[in-house]
């Protein structure tokens, strides 16, 4: 089901229905300032392990999550003075930040230290899902290993077709993933660099 949002000004009911999708345990995909990203409800534990299947993934190698703003992140990690002060210079942005992942975060998404991505997209429709779910969305690239990044939301529905519950159709979308900067320890280290420009 292909869902087309604004993607300048979201329409609010249309967010408030995809978020009960999610809410219901479905996985949709939706645009972010990179890439078009697959997703669902990061307290939907068999959603999750959905995606890795459907990514083909190691359940060793977790997903990022979006989150709605700094306050939002530091619910779902631990961030500190320095981390603080450089998430908020450069987000909502295309960065993904590692960081020592908190209590609220499920054990699924964290690596053996503990650590999480967390991103914060310069996207209206894929902040305006995160406001509208009231939780963090998993955010992983909407293609298979093998295959080219999909730039619309028709190539989207075409690879995966009825394994998705919903896709949000909000325009083309520049179709380069984030860039990763791992701030542990305080010590920022560029782990792939992508479309954001770092510092």
Known sequence: MIITVNPDNPQGRLLSKVADILKAGGIIAYPTDTQYGLGCDLSQK??????YRLKQRNLKTPFSIICADLTHIAEYARVSNFAYRTL????????????PGSRLMPQI????????GIRVPGHPIALGLVQALGRPLI???AHLPEQPTSLLASEIEEQF????DAVIDGGPVPGQPSTVVSL?????VILRQG???FP
């Open 184 to 188: 542990i320890d305080d010590e920022p």
């Open 46 to 51: 068999k959603s999750i392990e959905k995606i």
């Open 139 to 141: 955010n992983t690239s």
């Open 88 to 99: 908020k210079r450069l987000l909502p942005g295309p960065y993904t930040f590692i960081l």
């Open 109 to 116: 998404m964290l690596t053996k230290r503990h650590e999480c």
């Open 195 to 197: 479309l954001g420009v």
């Open 161 to 164: 077709g009825k394994q998705l």
